[in-house]
């Protein structure tokens, strides 16, 4: 089974920066795509950001310009770096992932079947 932990969510000001982490274990397919997305309280989940294994990017609009999805060392493991952060931005981040066909890409379109417990961030 598939399993994605996430981690490095917490509090910080507004206009600070934070790095939320996620790791991914018992997947074997060297074609991956993985994801980043937040879900504020009440309101729905959405897209931020995404990468596959040969390091193609997408980002949302809001996203866009102040976070950077990248690769670790590890190649199961993989970062969120979110700055300039407003309240707006706050909520629960959760990595997904799934595997990089001809016909499914990776983009923030991508149905993902795998998701991690989420680690939340707080900006105040």
């Known amino acids: 089974d598939v399993q994605l932990v996430e981690s490095g969510g917490g509090s910080v000001q507004a206009g600070g920066s934070l790095r939320v982490s996620c790791a991914a274990f018992?997947?074997?397919?060297?074609?991956?795509?993985m994801g980043w997305f937040r879900q504020a309280p009440g309101k729905e989940r959405e897209a931020v950001a995404c990468?596959?294994?040969?390091?193609?990017?997408e980002y949302s609009d809001a996203a866009k310009g102040r976070s950077t999805i990248s690769q670790g060392n590890a190649k199961n493991t993989v970062y969120l770096q979110l700055n300039s952060l407003n309240p707006e931005d706050g909520g629960t981040y959760y990595c997904?992932?799934?595997?990089?066909?001809?016909?499914?890409?990776?983009?923030?379109?991508?149905?993902?079947?795998?998701w991690g417990q989420g680690t939340q961030v707080t900006v105040s």
């Open positions: 018992g997947y074997s397919d060297s074609a991956y795509c």
């Open positions: 990468i596959d294994d040969i390091l193609n990017t």
């Open positions: 997904a992932a799934s595997s990089r066909t001809l016909w499914s890409g990776c983009s923030l379109r991508t149905d993902f079947p795998y």
